[in-house]
C-alpha cells in the first residue's frame, strides 16, 4: 500500500491526464471535428480550438508517438516542477497555436501534442546544456531538433509525417507550429523558469 502510494505521488498527474483527454479523443474519431484547430472556424469565433486541437491526431500512430513522448517528458520534468503543469496545459497550446493562426495563414487545420512535446525536449535539453556545457548529449539533442526543422521546411514540407503515417493524406508536418515551439522554450530559458527540471545525465 504504501509502495502505490509513493508511486502515486510520483507520477506527473498532469501530462497524465492531458494524455488521457487525448486518449479519449482518439478513441472517439467523431469528436475531431469540434475540437481540431480549423482557421475557418477560429475566425468565426470557435476560440476553444486553439487549444483543444492539440488533443487530436491524425491516427493512432501520430496519437502514440506525441502522447508516448509527452508521458516520458513528463517523468523527467518531475512531480516538483509544479509550474510547469499550468504552464503545459493551459498557456503552451494556446500561444503555439495562436503563433500559427496569425503567422502561418496557410495553415488551415493543425492538431497534435507535437509542437508541445518540442517546446517540453528544448526546454530539458537547454537547462541540461546550463548545466554542463561540456556534455555532449544535450547539444546532440538540440542538434537533431534544429536538423529536423531543416529537413520539414525544404524536403519533407508536404510529405506527411515522416516516419509517422497520418490517417488524412491531406495533413502534413506543422514546420510553423515547431518553429513557435522553439521560441516558447527559449522564452522559458530565458525566464529562468524550473531551474531543476532537467536532471544530470547518468552515465
Known amino acids: 500500500m504504501n509502495a502505490l502510494r509513493w508511486t502515486a505521488r510520483k507520477l506527473p498527474w ?38 483543444s486541437g492539440h488533443l487530436v491526431h491524425f491516427g493512432w500512430p501520430h496519437f502514440v508517438a506525441d502522447a508516448g513522448l509527452f508521458l516520458i517528458l513528463g517523468f523527467i520534468l518531475g512531480q516538483a516542477q509544479s509550474w510547469l503543469f499550468p504552464l503545459v496545459l493551459l498557456l503552451l497550446p494556446a500561444v503555439i497555436s495562436a503563433a500559427v493562426y496569425f503567422f502561418d495563414p496557410g495553415m488551415a487545420r493543425y492538431g497534435g501534442l507535437s509542437a508541445v512535446d518540442l517546446t517540453l525536449l528544448l526546454f530539458v535539453a ?13 547539444p546532440a539533442v538540440l542538434a537533431v531538433y534544429v536538423g529536423e526543422i531543416v529537413l520539414e521546411s525544404t524536403v519533407g514540407h508536404g510529405q506527411g509525417g515522416g516516419m509517422i503515417r497520418f490517417d488524412d493524406p491531406e495533413i502534413h508536418v506543422a514546420t510553423s507550429a515547431h518553429l513557435a515551439a522553439a521560441a516558447c522554450a527559449l522564452l522559458m530559458l530565458a525566464a529562468g523558469l524550473g531551474k531543476k527540471a532537467a536532471r544530470p545525465r547518468v552515465a
Open 14 to 51: 498532469g501530462f497524465v491526464l492531458f494524455a488521457l483527454a487525448a486518449l479519449v479523443i482518439q478513441a472517439h474519431a467523431g469528436w475531431r471535428t469540434s475540437l481540431l484547430f480549423d482557421r475557418v472556424a477560429i475566425t468565426d469565433g470557435q476560440w476553444w480550438r486553439l487549444w
Open 126 to 138: 537547454g537547462q541540461g546544456w546550463q548545466r554542463n556545457w561540456k556534455d555532449w548529449f544535450w
